[in-house]
């Protein structure tokens, strides 16, 4: 049965297996069309002005997350814009966002077929490696999140300019030109596009000589000398917020590149882990790593196996365009991701977005170089067994894509395997969006207890005791906010109006004085005095 299977997907053309590859994908996300937008969602998009008044000269000219007031150096204005054409047309109707998502994976995954099988000239090894790429759950943080769109969106980008690099059309590879623009205003990571061109040219001439090695680097200068240019401009017009470095100030992870790479080794295992058996998925990892300062016996470990795989990709001569291909991929992958650059980082599940092709071509080599070795009756085993993979695969992603369908089954799920402040947090806030604060001041005060450093956390809770009735213990986390932080001006407006309504003088004169205060240097909280009097 599988041998007829395989047989008859050999033979099937390539509109055909992209027709299924559809298909397949859609069944795996539909369940997303239902889901709300929440997380960064609220920076990136309903709570953005830029993208609610669709500036168009905001998208180009301004970081992501300013538009909500949030100083960032994500740079993504081909991003930006799609959220403002989905923002103008539907508002916030997160089926929408989630479709578009969608139809970007499927995309992305089905050029990166039509790569593969140009490179490698085998059908099979191209549909299955991007049917693996496709429906993996590992994707989801990608997908099944509006604000994850990043990943995909650059992806498909960066595979066209990959696949039309290869065409000898002048037209095509003046289009890859274009597609690179677009993948690098997508996100980031499409700086790795160089690396990517250089490779998919050796390897697609068969033989890696200094004549094709020559060859390859003269078709990349292009593609370099554009990412150049980007790179320039996002280190000195472009740099919103520290562009090479996402830490104010510094840090034993932001000022050690040992410190970064040992961690990126020692999460290394776990990275290969999910991608094995992607049970335990969840955002905010970074609350449950500690900072390793010294070599690990999983980072020493990582790094031998590294050297070692990459030394015998090198010494099996017929397994070349394969296996060396794949590690080579994964490794210029994950570049951006292993600590080179101190990003906000240490693990997320989306970091294996453009890496996991190279782990899926590997393991799909490996399956049809088996399958094509054993007897028949191993033939029909090692299918039932892959398509028993593949279901399970399908079927974790449909049930992760229900873990994002509203902020309290996203957030109570997260805090299931992480404490977070940060999520503790936004799950009282998205109890109290439900008018249901008892449960709002629980989280908020566990998100407290865990890290007691951040205004926005006792501001809530204030806010929340008011909705309750309770004015005492509002007035005082207002002030506990404004002792982490004097300049949070939101707890002086608040305790203004509180005042006032309770006809309270003392409290309104402290408000006055420290307003006054604090306009000595900042002019801008005389101001906001005077509007709090003309009230």
Not at 29 to 55: A, S
Not at 240 to 246: I, K, R, Y
Not at 451 to 456: C, G, I, S
């Amino acid at each position: 049965m599988f041998t007829t299977l395989i047989q008859k997907l050999s033979t099937l053309s390539s509109l055909y297996l992209l027709t299924i590859l559809l298909v397949i994908v859609s069944v795996c996300y539909i369940n997303t069309l239902g889901n709300g937008l929440f997380f960064d969602d609220e920076h990136f998009i309903y709570n953005n002005q830029v993208v609610k008044d669709f500036d168009l000269t905001g998208f180009f000219s301004q970081s992501l997350t300013s538009g909500a007031g949030k100083l960032s150096n994500y740079y993504r204005p081909l991003l930006f814009l799609g959220f403002g054409i989905e923002y103008s047309l539907f508002k916030e109707l997160g089926g929408i966002y989630h479709l578009d998502s969608l139809l970007i994976h499927f995309a992305g995954g089905g050029v990166l077929f039509l790569l593969i099988k140009k490179l490698f000239s085998n059908k099979l090894l191209a549909f299955l490696t991007s049917l693996l790429f496709l429906i993996h759950p590992l994707q989801a943080e990608a997908v099944s999140y509006a604000s994850g769109r990043g990943d995909p969106l650059s992806f498909l980008f960066v595979m066209l300019t990959l696949y039309w690099s290869l065409s000898k059309s002048r037209t095509y590879q003046l289009l890859s030109l274009l597609a690179l623009a677009c993948a690098l205003l997508s996100k980031e990571i499409a700086l790795v596009t160089p690396g990517l061109v250089f490779l998919v040219h050796l390897f697609n001439q068969q033989k890696i000589t200094r004549a094709t090695f020559k060859k390859s680097i003269l078709s990349t200068l292009p593609i370099a000398a554009i990412t150049l240019v980007y790179f320039v401009l996002r280190v000195t017009v472009l740099n919103f917020a520290n562009t090479l470095n996402f830490y104010n100030t510094e840090n034993i992870y932001s000022s050690s590149l040992f410190v970064r790479l040992n961690i990126f080794f020692h999460l290394l295992p776990t990275y290969l882990s999910l991608l094995v058996y992607p049970k335990d998925l969840f955002m905010e990892r970074d609350s449950g790593i500690t900072i390793v300062t010294t070599p690990t016996v999983q980072s020493v470990i990582s790094f031998v196996l590294v050297i070692v795989v990459f030394v015998l990709s090198l010494w099996k001569k017929k397994q070349l365009p394969i296996v060396l291909f794949s590690f080579l991929w994964i490794g210029i992958t994950f570049v951006p991701t292993s600590g080179i650059v101190p990003i906000n980082g240490f693990f997320y599940e989306h970091f294996l977005f453009y890496p996991s092709v190279g782990f899926f071509l590997l393991f799909t080599y490996g399956f049809l170089a088996l399958y094509q070795r054993i007897p028949k009756i191993g033939k029909e085993m090692l299918g039932i067994l892959l398509i028993a993979v593949l279901l399970l695969l399908c079927l974790r992603t449909v049930s992760r894509n229900r873990e994002w369908r509203d902020p309290i089954t996203f957030y109570s799920q997260t805090l299931n395997h992480v404490q977070s402040p940060r999520a503790f947090n936004n799950l009282a806030m998205a109890y109290a969006d439900q008018g249901n604060n008892k449960q709002a001041i629980v989280n908020y005060k566990k998100a407290i207890a865990l890290v007691d450093a951040y205004p926005e956390s006792h501001y809530n809770l204030a806010n929340a005791y008011l909705a309750e009735g309770d004015s005492l213990s509002a007035e005082k986390e207002y002030k506990e906010a404004l002792r982490i932080d004097q300049t949070f001006y939101f707890s002086y407006i608040r305790l203004y109006q509180l005042y006032t309504a309770q006809k309270n003088t003392p409290g309104l004169t402290f408000v006055r004085q420290e307003l006054t205060s604090l306009g000595q240097t900042n002019p801008g909280f005389l101001q906001l005095l005077k509007q709090l009097e003309q009230q």
